[in-house]
């Protein structure tokens, strides 16, 4: 299984965040981290979620992607896997919060 991390932009909604986790548990994926918080100071009603996920399969994890992406309160969804400064600026606040 590969992990894969999932940053999102969504609207601050009522229930956004479960409608999100219910698709990843429909395509049952294996949540390993999740992080919530305000994007940017100055917009209050956009949060970005982090997600990392065990994946088996690439084909339906850009399946996932997609839908996700249609979903009414996204704005917009992107594969950070690559991208190894999120990744350690997560590690980061979990040392600091151990």
Known sequence: MKKRM???LVH????ILSRLMGLFHK???RIESLAVAVAYPELKDVSKMSVIL???DDHKFLQLVKQVNKQ???LF???VTDAQ???REL???KKLLV
Do not use: K, R
Not at 12 to 15: A, D, F, M, R, S
């Open 6 to 8: 999932v940053t999102t």
């Open 12 to 15: 601050n909604q009522n229930g």
């Open 27 to 29: 395509h049952q994926y």
């Open 54 to 56: 065990e994946v088996e």
């Open 72 to 74: 009414v309160d996204v």
């Open 77 to 79: 969804v992107t594969d």
């Open 85 to 87: 400064v999120i990744e």
């Open 91 to 93: 590690n980061m606040v």
